[in-house]
């Protein structure tokens, strides 16, 4: 079994759960081949981690190349620039996955993936075609009245116990923070 076909079923799982990824495939960010690019980019992304991750490279050098790499790709494919520590996180996660698989551990790394598919399963991948005018919302509310329904929409989200802030600015830009633990 070569390298290859080990890593894109570990590349498609932990893309899975990979909340702004999925949040740009899901809303087009990529345009209307954004699920194609998507699967582009598991694919791409194999072949990247295994012509440039080397066990004579440092591990931070390693996770550097893996973070700027994730980063480049959302910018460029799917418009979406990271601004949550989340490609950190994952360049950490891939270098200790490619490690443990180096060392004959390709097991532990799989037990590890199912056990976060069961804690947490993947999102849904649904992209969404609606006849709906949402890409042109700012247009649309201004039909209905004053523009008072755009704050009526954003009290509730920052009012509810959720585990993820998001912020909708007046451009219709959404902003993920990154969980910290507490609340605002």
Not at 33 to 51: N, V
Not at 130 to 141: A, I, L, P, Q, V
Not at 142 to 155: A, H, L, P, S, T
Request: cysteine-free; aromatic content about 6%.
């Amino acid at each position: 079994m070569s390298l290859f076909s080990v890593l894109v079923p570990i590349i498609r799982s932990v893309f899975s759960r990979w909340t702004a990824l999925q949040l740009a495939v899901s809303h087009s960010m990529g345009g209307p081949e954004s699920e194609a690019k998507y699967e582009a980019f598991i694919e791409a992304f194999g072949q990247h981690l295994i012509r440039n991750i080397r066990p004579s490279l440092s591990i931070s050098s390693m996770e550097q190349d893996i973070q700027e790499y994730l980063d480049e790709i959302l910018d460029e494919e799917f418009n979406t620039v990271l601004d949550d520590g989340s490609s950190t996180e994952l360049s950490q996660v891939f270098v200790r996955y490619i490690q443990l698989i180096q060392q004959g551990k390709l097991a532990d790394v799989q037990q590890e993936l199912q056990l976060q598919h069961s804690i947490t399963p993947a999102m849904q991948m649904s992209v969404r075609n609606k006849t709906e005018d949402d890409g042109s919302s700012s247009s649309s509310s201004d039909d209905n009245d004053d523009g008072d329904d755009d704050d009526m929409k954003e009290e509730p989200s920052t009012n509810e116990p959720k585990s993820q802030a998001m912020d909708v600015d007046e451009d219709g830009w959404t902003t993920v923070h990154r969980r910290s633990g507490g609340k605002k």
